[in-house]
T-cell receptor, first 116, second 111 residues
């Protein structure tokens, strides 16, 4: 079956603009995660959804970042007033459930965001 | 806070050499431990995992043992191949389920 997909694969924007990044999880996966990976670093957690609700948004760096998952499937990460420091690869992952043994996270290919 | 520390790379080896990539962790509870791999041009993939002390995770010839006494989860492979060239990430997860990653170690294997 299809894996986690993310669109767009690349996004170039100008400082101050608004961007939306989309994640399609594996069908039937109830848990969805967003991470951010800066160059030469490991992924850093942003937010985690269980169903439609954000169960943990402690990783969002500030109020310019927001994410939704209105129907418990597709999720959109929204970044307002982008800054050059937001440039990174944004990764999405999904898992069947949030507790072992069903919590293996499957990652998408990422969206590379470049803010000029 | 909870964190993962792994050895800096790149690690450069000849084919069929023995591989060790060190990983240690700090955690307030009893985490599950993971190794993820990122091949060139591909997304992160789970390589192996261990959920409790003394468990050994293994896959594709790679192994790692959860050592609670040394808070370590070192990755090993007896004989690496060129196709193993990738970036390897050690990670932990507590009850919150989010993954906390190390900075990654690049492995380069030459024929």
């Amino acid at each position: 079956g299809a894996g986690v997909s993310q669109t767009p694969s690349n996004k170039v924007t100008e400082k101050g603009k608004y961007v939306e990044l989309r994640c399609d999880p594996i069908s039937g996966h109830t848990a969805l995660y967003w991470y951010r990976q800066s160059l030469g670093q490991g992924p850093e957690f942003l937010i985690y959804f269980q169903g439609t609700g954000a169960a943990d948004d402690s990783g969002l760096p500030n109020d310019r970042f927001f994410a939704v998952r209105p129907e418990g499937s597709v999720s959109t990460l929204k970044i307002q007033r982008t800054e050059r420091g937001d440039s990174a690869v944004y990764l999405c992952a999904s898992s069947l459930a949030s507790r072992p043994p069903y919590n293996e996270q499957f990652f998408g290919p990422g969206t590379r965001l470049t803010v000029l | 806070g909870d964190s993962v520390t792994q050895m800096e790379g790149p690690v450069t080896l000849s084919e069929e050499a023995f591989l060790t990539i060190n990983c240690t962790y700090t955690a307030t509870g009893y985490p599950s431990l993971f190794w993820y791999v990122q091949y060139p041009g591909e997304g992160l993939q789970l390589l192996l995992k261990a959920t409790k002390a003394d468990d050994k995770g293994s896959n594709k010839g790679f192994e790692a043992t959860y050592r609670k006494e040394t808070t370590s989860f070192h990755l090993e492979k007896g004989s690496v191949q060129v196709s193993d060239s990738a970036v390897y990430f050690c990670a932990l997860s507590l009850n919150t389920d989010k993954l906390i990653f190390g900075t990654g170690t690049r492995l380069q294997v030459f024929p």
